[in-house]
């Protein structure tokens, strides 16, 4: 069967009932905050970093109760005919409220049993203290990140003998975000950025061949208000789709879009055509900045640096200033 033309059996979640099929649905995934973390120590420690992924995760996991499910349609056995026999459930099938929180559950007790301890900041984070490797999950994907390629391949052997599961080597693409390093320096200083996603957003909403601006709102920014009944209406649906692709910018690798994004969020519900414009004026700023980057790089004193920029550009590698307004 060609790769190309793939069935998945889906169980039809929807219909289960709470504290009958199904108790805790929540499934964690490693924070934005945490995987930059991980990146930047392993900059900064001059570490290795491999990308991992599990093929069919929730399917690894043992149902958690009794759940009966109707058999396919157009799947018929001659034995056991449709409109009479219904399947047991004995794995998380994907489609099922709980499937995420039981991998999440069987993949951490994995991992704890190889000895390695969830972080108290984020229990998808886990820290192998005395052989200093760290390994970040999001659902079916994850980074490791040790001194050694043997201790990489020692974490993915492991995992590897109750997963099916895929070695991606050092990670070019995780979550959205474009990850490098030199190619003659494995060890190297860690660029991140999110040029492509950016692209893909802006031909999202046709605003690929957009005029690029300078700043990411104008001064009229911080007196956008609700809309009143003489402000004509903006279309929601199209609004909200906007602001929430832009907010997955905002929160991995564009601090300097994050304030207004933050601002037109609050819009959402019923948003007028002024705030359309000016969702489409933060559109255009992110036209003219696609190659901002920002650079994990170790100093000689093993300091973090770092420089936000576009990284096309040739520069050193200078220390990383915040500045915050506290007028406001």
């Known amino acids: ?15 289960q009932v709470a504290h009958i099929d199904y108790e805790d649905t929540f499934a964690p995934v490693a924070k934005a905050t945490s995987v930059r973390l991980v990146l930047a120590l392993a900059a900064g420690r001059r570490h290795l970093v491999n990308l991992f992924d599990v093929e069919t995760a929730f399917l ?4 958690d109760r009794e759940i009966y499910i109707e058999q396919p349609e157009g799947f018929e056995h001659p034995d056991h005919p449709r409109k009479d026999y219904v399947f047991q459930v004995n794995k998380g099938l994907y489609g099922l409220k709980q499937a995420g929180s039981l991998y999440n559950n069987d993949q951490k007790s994995k991992l704890i049993q190889l000895g390695f301890t969830p972080s108290e900041a984020d229990e998808c984070v886990f820290i192998s203290a005395d052989k200093r490797i760290i390994v970040a999950t999001y659902v079916d994907d994850g980074l490791v990140c040790a001194d050694t390629q043997e201790e990489i391949d020692w974490v993915i052997s492991e995992l590897s003998k109750h997963y099916k599961l895929r070695n991606l080597g050092s990670p070019n693409k995780f979550l959205g975000m474009d990850i490098s390093r030199p190619e003659n320096d ?20 046709s605003m690929e061949d957009c005029n690029s601006v ?24 199209l609004y909200r789709s906007m602001t929430s692709s832009i907010m997955h910018l905002a929160i991995w ?16 519900q019923d948003p007028s055509e002024l705030h359309m414009a000016a969702v489409k004026h933060l559109l255009r700023y992110i036209q003219g900045t696609l190659n901002y980057a920002f650079t994990y790089s170790p ?12 990284y096309h550009d040739n520069f050193d590698y200078t220390p990383l200033h915040g500045y915050s307004d506290a007028s406001g």
């Open 214 to 237: 300078k700043a990411p709102c104008d001064q009229k920014a911080a007196y956008l208000h609700r809309r009143t009944e003489a402000e004509s209406p903006a279309d929601a649906a």
């Open 299 to 310: 100093s000689n004193d093993n300091a973090l640096y770092g420089l936000f920029t576009d």
């Open 1 to 15: 069967l060609s790769p190309h033309f793939k069935a998945r059996f889906v169980a039809k979640g929807y219909t």
């Open 186 to 205: 494995p060890r190297g200083p860690i660029t991140v950025s999110q040029s492509t996603y950016s692209r893909k957003l802006l031909a999202k909403f």
């Open 253 to 268: 690798t564009r601090p300097d879009i994050a304030w207004i994004t933050n601002k037109l969020c609050q819009f959402n």
């Open 60 to 63: 690894n996991s043992l149902i």
